[in-house]
Nanobody
Framework: QVQLVESGGGLVQPGGSLRVSCAVS????????LGWYRQAPGKEREVVAQ???????NYADSVKGRFTVSRDNAKNTVDLQMSSLRPEDTAVYYC?????????WGQGTQVTVSS
């Protein structure tokens, strides 16, 4: 069973920055896709950013130019650096690992953008 543990969420003011991190309990070198999703109250979970095993990343239009996803295969972590945060970025952020046949989720970390 693969475990994903997120950390780094919190309260930040609009325009600020925050970094969330996900520790994976297995080697991620060959993992097809790692990514971050978020779910705001009353809304469906949506993809924020993904990064492939080849290091190719893609982003939701709403976060392009503000968020950066990265993976460290040596540490088995995937991070999401968020800048120029907006109140609408407020959500629970979830780490996701997809092997091509199975998908695993972390428990989520709350990010709140508010003055």
């Amino acid at each position: 069973q693969v475990q994903l543990v997120e950390s780094g969420g919190g309260l930040v003011q609009p325009g600020g920055s925050l970094r969330v991190s996900c520790a994976v309990s297995r080697n991620i070198v060959g993992i097809y896709v790692l990514g971050w999703y978020r779910q705001a109250p009353g809304k469906e979970r949506e993809v924020v950013a993904q990064i492939t095993r080849g290091g190719i990343s893609n982003y939701a239009d709403s976060v392009k130019g503000r968020f950066t996803v990265s993976r460290d295969n040596a540490k088995n972590t995937v991070d999401l650096q968020m800048s120029s945060l907006r109140p609408e970025d407020t959500a629970v952020y979830y780490c996701n690992l997809h092997t091509g046949t199975q998908s695993y989720w972390g428990q989520g970390t709350q990010v709140t953008v508010s003055s």
